[in-house]
C-alpha cells in the first residue's frame, strides 16, 4: 500500500492550494487520515485529521479557520484545502493514514512522500 501527494507548488501570500493523497495498493480500508508538515529546522508538525467516514475532523490552531481536510472514500483520496496561506506555511507537506488490511484486520500506518509548499510574501 502507498499514499502519493500531489498539487504542492509556489503561491504567493493570501493566495491558495489544494493538495490531494492517493492511497493505493492491496485490499485494504483506511482509518483515519491526517495532513503534517515540516518547515526546515522545525519538527513536523500535526495540521488536521478526519476519521473513516469523514464526519470527524480536527486542527492544529495554526490551520483553523484556514485549511479545510476532506476524503472520498469512493476515490482513496484525501484533500487539504489551503486559503489564506501565509509564508509560515512554508514546509513540505505529509498525509498519513492507518490502513487496515484485509483479510488480516491488520493495522498498517503508511506515510506519502510529501510534496513542497512554498508561500512567497
Known amino acids: 500500500v502507498q499514499l502519493v501527494e500531489s498539487g504542492g507548488g509556489l503561491v504567493q501570500a493570501g493566495g491558495s492550494l489544494r493538495l490531494s493523497c492517493a492511497a493505493s495498493?492491496?485490499?485494504?480500508?483506511?482509518?483515519?487520515m491526517g495532513w503534517y508538515r515540516q518547515a526546515p529546522g522545525k519538527q513536523r508538525e500535526l495540521l488536521a485529521t478526519?476519521?473513516?467516514?469523514?464526519?470527524?475532523?480536527k486542527y492544529a490552531d495554526s490551520v483553523k479557520g484556514r485549511f479545510t481536510i476532506s476524503r472520498d472514500n469512493g476515490k482513496n483520496t484525501m484533500y487539504l484545502q489551503m486559503n489564506s496561506l501565509k509564508p509560515e506555511d512554508t514546509a513540505v507537506y505529509y498525509c498519513?493514514?492507518?490502513?487496515?488490511?484485509?483479510?488480516?484486520?491488520?493495522?498498517?500506518?503508511?506515510w506519502g512522500q510529501g510534496t513542497l509548499v512554498t508561500v512567497s510574501s
Open positions: 478526519i476519521t473513516s467516514g469523514g464526519g470527524a475532523t
Open positions: 498519513n493514514a492507518v490502513f487496515v488490511m484485509l483479510p488480516t484486520y491488520r493495522s498498517l500506518e503508511v
Open positions: 495498493g492491496s485490499t485494504f480500508s483506511i482509518d483515519v
